[in-house]
């Protein structure tokens, strides 16, 4: 409705800048909450406890229970009477079955698991909605699918569980990270002692109680809370037949170790530091959101982020100016807002070493750029972040720093950027833009890394495996070889 | 005065829609001591024709769709198969056997289905791999679906004998023209009305009742079908059937199980497809 007679003087300068769109949150957290232990939440033995926040308000969320060396006992010992009582000898079809419940339940109730995702973690909604959560139930969905195939999985090897499987996962990808253990682990027959982050141990908690909603056996899952010393206490549990950790290679070497000689199997997913490899024949243009999203998808935080940028020299000039424009654009600010694609980072710790590897790069010699950016006043923040004139032996070009931080550095040949790419004691992934097929698939034979993306990045898929060369660790999550460290008789 | 109650009108499955024969015809359907239970649709030649155009239609969507969004269909079809598990039963029952009996065929199909629907994301990975070639080649093999396949269900069992020919087929991406048992065709019927609300789309599945020995001979010489499970049909027609299918090389699968109860196997889905190979130079 117009009214010529007023003229249109109270209008602001128009402003181009987004609406927020935040998404509601329609989730219930538990003020208080015990230890998921024989398909019940139960007071743990420690009665210690410790708060879960919200990393972008600094808000606390709920009171999480501390679990002890007692309170792992009695999570392991009540895995190990599951698996002998009811899901080792379990006909496959029918573990089948209720990994198909899983998945299908864990699609419903979806939103309500983002929500809380994001809320407990910091990562953008709309990653959560449409990355973690989706791939988590398509992973329990195609491990379900292989609980009553496994002879065909391996054809002569007489595939058998291995009985209990202590699993201890990051704060990244809490929920995908769960299914990845989880699913391939029931699949194959174990049972599961599981501990989440203790910044993100909420929407572990919720699929427990899921799981009892799917009639899921008492303890073939449990799901014990905690911080380091719970998770040292699972993996050295003399009753725990296989090991599977992701996180740091730092705690995974401790792991290895402490381990030794006690027969149990073990996956270690570690760091990785990968190489993302741009030729002078690349479309500059996807191969800028590639790099975008392989360096800022979910803040960073991601073990195979692709945090060295090898750009053939030819172009580094045009492809830092494109990748500054870009970079100009990113919305950083509250999670739950669908337009937000930098959330907040997961805790202060995290954030205290992104600040202490940058001040560093810059000590070094290392060039900071960073687009103008408005950072929230509460919560864990830090804006996303080009390092220029790089050098190989520098600490950003070493390091892992698992934030929202990329190091540029350049190749002039092929062999230059393997020879680079390939100087990392990491071996986890690796990417490479170029449009002649024959060079990609040169490349992909001789970079050292599990997973190798050409013209795309951060790709993932319940039937591809995952995992690392050299000390981004061993074995493989994802397909069917996901199983194999799930089965004895197999190796 | 007790309620009357209403009767279904048992047809054909056609491109997703359920007409009744072009033909005008129906066959009785009976119970073991001879007793006319209903009426089905007596599927003629040309309804067999609009059950290939259908199916062929349908293929490249099919087959198009992921892997995975294939493997959730198929799952789907489960779950309507659980929630009419009552309705299989009566109807499986009509042969005499007792309840417990038609429970556990509906049971070990129900299973099956939901066996096939795991493989939808995995054949490929027990079927397919790496070539180490000896020379500077990316060489991968990987199977695809043969297009269109014609399947004679078996006579008996009624529905695990058509779940266990039906679903290797479809789990590639082939879409299927069925002739369904001709003793007992009413379990197949109401399969297909949990197809239809089981998010399989129109033109995957085409189902015909009524004679195979009728209606055979033109699946088998039909030019736009790919491939042929004839391993459920009467003996006696396998071999014209096997030769008519020379007209344009169809697959055909002509094994009979030894028990229809154990015939699950991703080797039957390999017999619907096709393995490509690809080559790709290596080199910088």
């Given at each position: 409705m117009s009214d010529e007679t007023t003229p249109a003087t109270t209008i602001d300068p128009l402003d181009w800048d987004y609406a927020p769109s935040v998404e509601s949150t329609p989730v219930d957290i538990p003020a208080e909450q015990g230890l998921w232990i024989g398909g019940e939440m139960v007071a743990p033995v420690s009665d210690a406890g410790f708060d879960s926040i919200n990393p972008a308000t600094e808000e606390t969320l709920g009171v999480l229970a501390e679990a002890d060396e007692a309170d792992v006992d009695r999570a392991v010992g009540v895995a190990r009477d599951a698996y002998d009582d009811v899901w080792g000898s379990m006909p496959g079809k029918e573990r089948s079955k209720y990994l198909f419940r899983l998945a299908r339940l864990l699609q419903e109730r979806a939103r309500e698991f983002a929500v809380l995702e994001t809320l407990d973690g910091g990562k953008p909604i709309r990653e959560a909605r449409d990355f973690d959560l989706p791939m988590a139930a398509a992973h329990f969905f195609y491990y379900a699918g292989w609980a009553d195939k496994l002879d065909y999985a391996f054809p002569g090897a007489d595939p058998k569980p291995l009985g209990v499987a202590g699993q201890v996962i990051p704060w990244n990808f809490p929920m995908l990270m769960l299914a990845w253990k989880v699913a391939p682990a029931l699949a194959a027959g174990n049972t599961v002692v599981l501990k989440p982050a203790e910044t993100t141990s909420l929407t572990a908690l919720e699929f427990a109680r899921l799981s009892a909603e799917a009639g899921l056996p008492e303890g073939v899952l449990n799901v014990i809370t905690g911080a380091g010393a719970t998770g040292a206490a699972l993996v050295t549990h003399d009753d725990v037949d296989k090991v599977a950790f992701t996180g740091s290679t730092a705690v995974g070497k401790r792991i290895q170790e402490a381990i030794a000689g006690t027969g149990k199997r073990v996956t270690l997913e570690l760091g990785g530091k990968a190489a993302h490899i741009v030729f002078d024949d690349a479309p500059l243009d996807q191969a800028i959101e590639g790099v975008v999203n392989g360096i800022f998808f979910n803040q960073g935080h991601v073990c195979c982020a692709g945090s060295r940028l090898l750009v053939q020299e030819s172009i580094h000039d045009v492809f830092v100016e494109k990748l500054k424009e870009r970079l100009e654009l990113l919305r950083v600010g509250n999670p739950l807002d669908k337009n937000t694609d930098i959330g907040a980072i997961n805790s202060a710790a995290q954030l205290d070493r992104i600040k202490a590897l940058v001040a560093e790069g810059e000590t070094a010699g290392g060039e900071r750029w960073q687009p103008a950016c408005d950072l929230p006043e509460q919560g864990f923040w830090f804006p996303p972040t080009l390092f220029l004139g790089v050098a190989q032996s520098h600490r950003i070009a070493q390091e892992e720093i698992f934030g929202p931080v990329l190091s540029i550095m350049t190749f002039r040949t092929p062999e230059e950027a393997i020879e680079k790419a390939n100087n990392t004691p990491y071996g986890l992934s690796a990417g490479v833009w170029t449009n002649k097929g024959s060079r990609i698939l040169w490349m992909a034979d001789r970079l050292e890394a599990g997973v190798v993306w050409a013209n795309t990045y951060n790709q993932f898929d319940p039937a591809s495996p995952f995992g690392g060369y050299k000390e981004s660790g061993f074995g493989r999550e994802?397909?069917?070889?996901?199983?194999l460290p799930y089965l004895g008789g197999v190796a | 005065m007790s309620r009357l109650d209403v009767r279904k009108t048992y047809k054909l499955y056609i491109g997703g829609a359920f007409p009744r024969s072009e033909s005008g015809r129906v066959l009785p359907a009976t119970d073991a001591?001879?007793?006319?239970l209903a009426r089905v649709a007596h599927g003629s030649r040309k309804d067999l024709r609009d059950a290939v155009v259908a199916a062929r239609g349908a293929q490249s969507g099919w087959a198009g769709r992921t892997a995975y969004n294939r493997g959730q269909v198929l799952y789907r079809i489960a779950e309507m198969v659980e929630d009419r598990r009552g309705t299989f039963v009566e109807q499986l029952g009509a042969d005499g056997r007792d309840e417990a009996d038609a429970e556990a065929e509906v049971d070990a199909s129900i299973d099956r289905i939901v066996w096939y629907a795991g493989w939808a994301d995995k054949f490929a990975q027990v079927l397919g791999n790496l070539n180490p070639v000896a020379g500077p080649y990316f060489n991968i093999s990987a199977p695809e679906a043969s297009g269109v396949v014609g399947v004679v269900a078996?006579?008996?069992?009624?529905l695990l004998g058509l779940v266990s020919t039906l679903l290797p087929v479809l789990v590639p991406g082939n879409t299927a023209v069925v002739v369904a048992s001709e003793r007992w065709p009413l379990t197949a019927v109401t399969f297909t009305e949990a197809l239809a609300t089981a998010d399989v789309p129109g033109g995957v599945v085409n189902l015909l009742t009524g004679q195979p020995a009728e209606l055979l001979p033109f699946l088998a010489s039909h030019m736009d079908v790919n491939g042929l499970d004839i391993s459920g049909a009467d003996p006696g027609l396998v071999t014209a059937a096997q030769q008519a299918a020379a007209g344009n090389v169809k697959r055909v699968l002509a094994d009979p199980p030894d028990h229809w109860a154990t015939a699950e196997s991703p080797y039957r889905i390999a017999q619907f497809t096709e393995t490509k190979t690809v080559w790709h130079p290596k080199g910088k």
């Open positions: 994802g397909g069917r070889h996901g199983l | 001591d001879g007793e006319v078996p006579g008996e069992p009624p």
